[in-house]
């Protein structure tokens, strides 16, 4: 089954940038989604559609795609971005994946 | 406000049934596809399956595909999730996710509910 690889976590100091990879053979043709989650919450999207930033999420967050590896990069990243964060894909038959999921440390 | 709001979790043993469902408002839930995202405890999102706005198509993860069914009724503004022959490995928090359309956010998951729990366990 189609299979997307994030590292398991990113440490950062507060106002460095922060990138976090996505790698999948199927990202050169389909778009790559990114998705922020603190603990006991719903994730919330930030990226879409690889480099879109949707209305509300901070100009810092920025999205891009190359190949077969999708990044988030956190410009200057805050103590408030530390989050698990996801991306999300397809596969060629429409089935979704999510990757494994980073562990995003500010401090 | 847009809102979706899941319900049915609770604790089901091994080889039992349960139905989630999810319900949507303030938006026009017929014109979107729907998915549910599950969670297990201390891990990552895992997708499960999704349903085409009007309920033409529906696709499901290895994991769950021949257990479980994805339905809604549009009438009703409610999705459903059917999940028959449940394991313990399906022990997780049961997510429902709007899908963007193609004018607003397409292809992401744009709302999400709150989630329920379901603790598959003897």
């Known amino acids: 089954s189609y299979e997307l690889t994030q590292p398991p976590s990113v440490s950062v100091s507060p106002g460095q940038t922060a990138r976090i990879t996505c790698s999948g053979d199927a990202l050169p043709k389909k778009y790559a989604y990114w998705y922020k989650q603190k603990s006991g919450q719903a994730p919330v999207l930030v990226i879409y559609?690889?480099?879109k930033r949707p209305s509300g999420i901070p100009e810092r967050f920025s999205g891009s795609s190359s190949g077969t590896m999708a990044t988030l990069t956190i410009s200057g990243a805050q103590v408030e971005d530390e989050a698990d964060y996801y991306c999300y894909s397809t596969d060629s038959s429409g089935k979704g994946v999510f990757g494994g999921g980073t562990k995003l440390t500010v401090l | 406000q847009v809102q979706l709001v899941e319900s049915g979790g609770g604790v089901v043993q091994p080889g039992r049934s349960l139905r989630l469902s999810c319900a949507a408002s303030?938006?026009?839930?017929?014109?979107?596809?729907m998915h549910w995202v599950r969670q297990a405890p201390g891990k990552g999102l895992d997708w499960v399956a999704v349903?085409?706005?009007?309920?033409?198509?529906?696709y499901y993860a290895d994991y769950v595909k021949g257990r479980f069914t994805i339905s809604r009724d549009n009438s009703k503004n409610t999705l459903y999730l059917q999940m028959n022959s449940l394991r313990a490995e399906d022990t997780a928090v049961y997510y429902c996710a709007r899908e963007g359309d193609a004018g607003q956010l397409p292809g992401a998951f744009d709302i999400w509910g709150q989630g329920t729990m379901v603790t598959v366990s003897s």
């Open positions: 559609e690889d480099s």
């Open positions: 349903i085409w706005y009007d309920g033409s198509n529906e």
């Open positions: 303030g938006f026009t839930f017929s014109n979107y596809g």
